[in-house]
């Protein structure tokens, strides 16, 4: 699937859909990717806020910390991988990449190891090109397919 989102309110519309797909196909991981300025934490930031508890969420690149977590329902874990490059995934990280009970939403993804994606997922590859953005979301596994069949809809 291919988006262009010439403008902010794509962006917002984007995550609200996003936030309502997690909420109506359950918890899917997804691995976000894109240049720096690409707005990978603006989109995690709509998604985020469009979720029940979201409202109480302060949505920030936890680039140096590496993980926050939004008191949203469900529960987000925000991981920003870009400070790791490809040193890999400590076990303190290891954890959330394997927990399903919390929506997980990965920037920087392509700093994350082949061997530790989850058995599913969602990528969206975020490509900037003059002033619009450009989204590929691709599904890996039987639940990101499901998911991303819904939301296309």
């Not at 936030?19 to 976000?32: E, K, R």
């Not at 469009?50 to 874990?77: D, H, K, Q």
Request: glycine share 6%.
């Amino acid at each position: 699937m291919h988006l262009h989102l010439a403008h902010l309110e794509d962006t917002a519309r984007l995550g609200r859909l996003l936030a309502q797909t997690l909420m109506s196909q359950g918890i899917c991981p997804l691995l976000i990717s894109g240049p720096l300025g690409a707005g990978k934490t603006t989109l995690i930031r709509y998604i985020v806020t469009s979720l029940a508890g979201g409202e109480n969420a302060e949505v920030s690149s936890p680039s140096f910390n590496l993980v926050n977590i939004y008191p949203t329902c469900p529960e987000v874990v925000h991981m920003d991988l870009y400070r790791l490059g490809q040193t890999g995934v400590d076990d303190s990280l290891l954890e959330y990449l394997e927990a399903y009970s919390t929506a997980l939403i990965v920037e920087w993804a392509e700093n994350l190891p082949e061997n530790t994606l989850p058995l599913s997922f969602v990528r969206l590859q975020i490509e900037l090109s003059n002033e619009t953005r450009k989204v590929h979301l691709s599904s890996h596994g039987e639940m990101a397919e499901k998911w991303l069949h819904s939301l296309a809809q």
